[in-house]
Protein backbone atom coordinates (compact mmCIF):
# COMPACT_ATOMS: atom_id res chain seq x y z
CA UNK A 1 0.00 0.00 0.00
CA UNK A 2 1.03 3.26 -1.09
CA UNK A 3 0.14 6.70 0.17
CA UNK A 4 0.42 9.92 -1.78
CA UNK A 5 -0.26 13.07 -0.26
CA UNK A 6 -0.26 16.48 -2.43
CA UNK A 7 0.51 20.31 -1.49
CA UNK A 8 1.61 23.35 -3.16
CA UNK A 9 -1.46 24.52 -4.73
CA UNK A 10 -2.84 28.07 -4.52
CA UNK A 11 -4.06 30.91 -6.74
CA UNK A 12 -1.15 32.83 -8.80
CA UNK A 13 -1.67 35.11 -11.46
CA UNK A 14 -0.51 33.95 -15.47
CA UNK A 15 2.64 34.17 -16.21
CA UNK A 16 3.51 32.92 -12.68
CA UNK A 17 4.96 29.73 -11.03
CA UNK A 18 3.93 27.14 -8.60
CA UNK A 19 5.82 23.75 -7.01
CA UNK A 20 3.33 20.81 -6.28
CA UNK A 21 4.91 18.01 -4.57
CA UNK A 22 4.09 14.57 -3.74
CA UNK A 23 5.28 12.89 -0.86
CA UNK A 24 5.08 8.78 -0.74
CA UNK A 25 4.67 6.83 2.28
CA UNK A 26 4.47 3.15 2.71
CA UNK A 27 6.17 0.86 0.71
CA UNK A 28 9.68 0.92 -1.68
CA UNK A 29 9.14 4.59 -3.23
CA UNK A 30 12.26 4.22 -5.53
CA UNK A 31 10.46 1.38 -7.52
CA UNK A 32 7.51 3.50 -8.18
CA UNK A 33 6.75 5.93 -11.62
CA UNK A 34 4.47 9.19 -10.42
CA UNK A 35 2.15 9.92 -13.27
CA UNK A 36 0.96 13.86 -12.28
CA UNK A 37 -3.20 14.48 -13.70
CA UNK A 38 -5.11 17.75 -13.51
CA UNK A 39 -9.50 17.98 -14.26
CA UNK A 40 -10.72 20.75 -14.10
CA UNK A 41 -14.73 21.57 -13.43
CA UNK A 42 -16.78 19.79 -15.95
CA UNK A 43 -14.10 18.06 -17.79
CA UNK A 44 -12.30 14.74 -17.84
CA UNK A 45 -9.19 13.90 -15.84
CA UNK A 46 -6.14 14.41 -17.91
CA UNK A 47 -2.15 13.51 -17.86
CA UNK A 48 0.05 16.17 -17.32
CA UNK A 49 3.09 14.35 -17.56
CA UNK A 50 5.16 11.27 -15.11
CA UNK A 51 8.47 10.60 -13.56
CA UNK A 52 9.81 6.72 -14.22
CA UNK A 53 10.95 4.99 -11.47
CA UNK A 54 14.84 5.47 -13.07
CA UNK A 55 13.98 9.23 -13.33
CA UNK A 56 12.81 9.33 -17.34
CA UNK A 57 10.22 12.06 -17.68
CA UNK A 58 7.17 12.47 -20.24
CA UNK A 59 5.27 15.86 -20.92
CA UNK A 60 1.95 16.50 -22.54
CA UNK A 61 1.86 18.82 -25.08
CA UNK A 62 0.37 21.22 -23.82
CA UNK A 63 2.84 21.57 -20.71
CA UNK A 64 5.90 20.73 -22.65
CA UNK A 65 8.74 23.42 -22.10
CA UNK A 66 7.13 24.70 -18.79
CA UNK A 67 6.43 22.57 -16.52
CA UNK A 68 9.43 20.00 -14.97
CA UNK A 69 9.04 16.86 -13.24
CA UNK A 70 11.81 15.27 -10.42
CA UNK A 71 11.80 12.96 -7.77
CA UNK A 72 13.58 13.13 -4.51
CA UNK A 73 14.02 9.22 -3.57
CA UNK A 74 15.61 10.36 -0.48
CA UNK A 75 12.77 12.31 0.76
CA UNK A 76 10.29 10.35 -0.89
CA UNK A 77 8.84 12.92 -2.96
CA UNK A 78 7.88 13.88 -6.59
CA UNK A 79 7.98 17.55 -7.60
CA UNK A 80 6.18 19.55 -10.49
CA UNK A 81 7.96 22.48 -11.28
CA UNK A 82 4.98 24.58 -12.90
CA UNK A 83 6.26 28.27 -14.89
CA UNK A 84 4.59 30.35 -17.12
CA UNK A 85 1.34 29.39 -15.57
CA UNK A 86 -1.61 30.43 -18.22
CA UNK A 87 -5.49 30.12 -16.97
CA UNK A 88 -6.43 27.07 -18.94
CA UNK A 89 -3.75 25.33 -16.33
CA UNK A 90 -6.44 25.83 -13.47
CA UNK A 91 -7.41 22.49 -12.16
CA UNK A 92 -7.03 20.06 -9.36
CA UNK A 93 -3.91 18.18 -9.64
CA UNK A 94 -3.45 14.71 -8.44
CA UNK A 95 -0.36 12.57 -8.29
CA UNK A 96 -0.88 8.92 -9.18
CA UNK A 97 1.41 6.12 -8.49
CA UNK A 98 2.39 2.67 -10.20
CA UNK A 99 5.05 -0.15 -10.65
CA UNK A 100 8.50 1.16 -12.20
CA UNK A 101 6.76 2.82 -15.68
CA UNK A 102 4.91 6.07 -16.48
CA UNK A 103 1.92 5.55 -18.56
CA UNK A 104 -0.25 8.48 -19.18
CA UNK A 105 -4.09 6.39 -19.09
CA UNK A 106 -5.88 7.18 -15.61
CA UNK A 107 -7.11 3.44 -15.51
CA UNK A 108 -3.08 2.20 -14.87
CA UNK A 109 -2.23 3.84 -11.11
CA UNK A 110 -3.26 1.79 -8.31
CA UNK A 111 -2.60 4.26 -6.03
CA UNK A 112 -3.95 8.16 -6.08
CA UNK A 113 -3.36 11.50 -3.82
CA UNK A 114 -6.41 13.25 -3.14
CA UNK A 115 -5.67 16.62 -4.95
CA UNK A 116 -4.47 20.04 -4.72
CA UNK A 117 -6.45 22.95 -6.23
CA UNK A 118 -4.06 25.03 -8.72
CA UNK A 119 -5.97 28.35 -10.14
CA UNK A 120 -4.29 30.76 -12.22
CA UNK A 121 -5.70 33.91 -13.40
CA UNK A 122 -5.74 36.15 -15.91
Known amino acids: QVQLVESGGGLVRAGGSLRLSCAASGRTFSNYAVGWFRQAPGKEREPVGG???????YYADSVKGRFTISRDNAKNTVYLQMNSLKPEDTAVYLC????????????????WGQGTQVTVSS
Open 96 to 111: AGRYWNYDDAVGSYSY
Open 51 to 57: INWNGGT
